[in-house]
Structure formats: C-alpha cells, structure tokens
T-cell receptor, first 114, second 114 residues
Framework: GNSVTQMEGPVTLSEEAFLTINCTYT??????LFWYVQYPGEGLQLLLK?????DKGSNKGFEATYRKETTSFHLEKGSVQVSDSAVYFC?????????????FGQGTILTVHP | DSGVTQTPKHLITATGQRVTLRCSPR?????VYWYQQSLDQGLQFLIQ???????AKGNILERFSAQQFPDLHSELNLSSLELGDSALYFC?????????????FGNGTRLTVT
C-alpha cells in the first residue's frame, strides 16, 4: 500500500540555521507530493507541492524536490525563523484508485529558538 | 483563516454515546474530506464527498458515517463511541476532487470519550 515516512523528531534549531526534514514514500504509479504545516491550535495548511518527478515546490523560503529515483521529497529551508516552529507533514496522493485520498507521514515537530 | 468552519470545537461524551460533527466548507469548494488525528495513528483519511456524493473511503469504521448536504456542508456521525475514538477530527475542503487542488483544513473538533 501507499505510505510516507518522515524523519523522527522533534527537531530543535537555532534561528538562522539550515533545516532539512527527510521524507520518503512508497506508492504505486506516479503520486503527487505535498508538505503541510500545522501551527499550534490550527488546522493543516498547504506549504508546497510537486506533481511530477524533478518538480521543485517552493513557498516562504521552503523548498522540496520530487526525486523519483530515491522516492524522496525532503523539505529544506536555508535560514529558519522562530515563527517556523510548527509540525510539518509530508503527504502523497497516489491517484488511480487512491484518487482524492492523501496519505500523511507521522509529522515532524520543529522548534526554533532565538 | 482557511474559510473552513468546524463545530463544535470541543466535545466530551461518554462511551456508547453518539455525536455529530459539522463542517462548512470554504465558499466555492465542492469537495469535503474528513480526517482523524490521534497520537498513535497519526492523520488518517476517513472519507471524501464531492458535490453531495461519496467519492472515496479510507479507514472509516462501520460505526462512523458521513454525508454532504445540498448546501455542501457535511456531517460526520460517530456512534457507539469507544475510548479509542478520542481524537482530533479535521474537515478539509477543496475546489476539485483531488489533493492537487489544495486542501483547506478547518481547526478541528477535539473529541474526548470518557
């Protein structure tokens, strides 16, 4: 079946540090890939997406590249801010019979200290 | 603000009871999704409706049911509640029926079964 595996957290960084959150997936066919972010007490918000191999999604300084050969979609940011503290979820939509269903990873808690 | 409204925000009830969670999608969105978020299972897709019809089903228990009404709001009914049903239940909406059209999440209903 389809699955998403994220690096275990929590991740704690100092402001302006480089961020990488690893995400790998298993899926049939050619899934679309997403990163969602959840701030305390709120619902999830789409951060970025990529719909085909070698696509790069980017938003608010965050980037992720769809790597089909390594089945990965790692999230990166060059310089994190305190306001980036949140839970980050990697997700896929497999299409086909999984049309419309998102499979999420377990989430990675990020804490950024001043 | 995502534009997706979920009520109530909190719900405390006893085992064996039945509850109804309500979701109003973002204006113009035809598709509604229900997700369950718990510490042990993470984010699990339950069910999707598109313009009043069931589109996709995930890990939804037989004790749970949902529907989408002509005005596009949706209700998730949970019956014969068990302690393990305690979780955060999210509703999300999108314009189209796929995750490529971004999902907009509500802030969730926290259900506590005692």
């Amino acid at each position: 079946g389809n699955s998403v595996t994220q690096m275990e957290g929590p991740v704690t960084l100092s402001e302006e540090a480089f961020l990488t959150i690893n995400c790998t997936y298993t899926a049939t066919g050619y899934p679309s890939l997403f990163w969602y972010v959840q701030y305390p007490g709120e619902g999830l918000q789409l951060l970025l997406k990529a719909t085909k191999a070698d696509d790069k999604g980017s938003n608010k300084g965050f980037e992720a590249t769809y790597r089909k050969e390594t089945t990965s979609f790692h999230l990166e940011k060059g310089s994190v801010q305190v306001s980036d503290s949140a839970v980050y979820f990697c997700a896929l939509e497999a299409g086909g019979t999984s049309y419309g269903k998102l499979t999420f990873g377990q989430g990675t808690i990020l804490t950024v200290h001043p | 603000d995502s534009g997706v409204t979920q009520t109530p925000k909190h719900l405390i009830t006893a085992t064996g009871q039945r509850v109804t969670l309500r979701c109003s999608p973002r204006s113009g969105d035809l598709s509604v999704y229900w997700y369950q978020q718990s510490l042990d299972q993470g984010l699990q897709f339950l069910i999707q409706y598109y313009n009043g019809e069931e589109r996709a089903k995930g890990n939804i228990l037989e004790r749970f049911s949902a529907q989408q009404f002509p005005d596009l709001h949706s209700e998730l009914n949970l019956s014969s509640l068990e302690l393990g049903d305690s979780a955060l239940y999210f509703c999300a909406s999108s314009v189209a029926g796929t995750g490529v059209s971004p999902l907009h999440f509500g802030n969730g209903t926290r259900l506590t079964v005692t």
